[in-house]
């Protein structure tokens, strides 16, 4: 398995509060992506890294933020939660070739 | 944007079963995938085949790229094949996926 951590795994949180999510890689890749999966829609793209400090924006991209200080951690950021924003967030690695996944965090936002 | 298109949305087959899965993009890719979503939500790679025919055990994938189309293939279906089955393109100097929306195979034992 490609080394991916998410944390924290299960997150549940009121609306108007803030909320950071955390990948950290062990495998150097360059590109991290960050997705979110709701039923209906597979996987969307919220936001992704091309490199240290270097971020875009995905498909659904408001009302979330991104930062990448180092190689191997990609943080996600909402700035203040909302209730459609209930969903299960995955980060991957990968660029010029396959993606990898995490193991997802389910946040509920109530 | 590119359009990915999976067929059937829903599958439900016995134990023993072949299946095969479609999935038809709008414009021309560099890359295509395919993964499995386990019961406990795990995204599984399976396939990564721009084009061409992978075999892996009891599956296996052709992409007929000029078509614009990807095939994966479950021969002998068990019960730890039910899930969600995702084919995700990324189309030239553009290092994004864009997902289908899946198929749901469940096999009865």
């Known amino acids: 398995d490609a080394g991916i951590t998410q944390s924290p795994r299960h997150k549940v949180t009121e609306t108007g509060t803030p909320v950071t999510l955390r990948c950290h890689q062990t495998e150097n890749h360059r590109y991290m992506y960050w997705y979110r999966q709701d039923p209906g829609h597979g996987l969307r793209l919220i936001h992704y890294?091309?490199?240290?400090?270097?971020?875009d924006k995905g498909e659904v991209s408001d009302g979330y933020s991104v930062s990448r200080s180092k190689t191997e951690d990609f943080l996600l950021t909402l700035e203040s939660a909302t209730s459609s924003q209930t969903s299960v967030y995955f980060c991957a690695i990968g660029g010029g070739g396959e993606q990898y996944f995490g193991p997802g965090t389910r946040l509920t936002v109530t | 944007g590119i359009q990915v298109e999976q067929s059937p949305p829903d599958l439900i087959l016995q134990e023993g079963a072949n299946s095969t899965l479609r999935c038809n993009f709008s414009d021309s890719v560099n890359n295509l995938q395919w993964f499995h979503q386990n019961p406990w939500g795990q995204l599984i790679n399976l396939f990564y085949?721009?084009?061409g025919t992978k075999q892996n055990g009891r599956l296996s994938a052709t992409t007929v790229a000029t078509e614009r189309y990807s095939l994966l293939y479950i021969s002998s279906s068990q019960t730890t094949d039910s899930g969600v089955y995702f084919c995700a393109v990324e189309q030239f100097g553009n290092e994004k996926l864009t997902f289908g929306t899946g198929t749901r195979l469940t096999i009865i034992p």
């Open positions: 890294s091309y490199g240290v400090k270097d971020t």
């Open positions: 085949i721009p084009s």
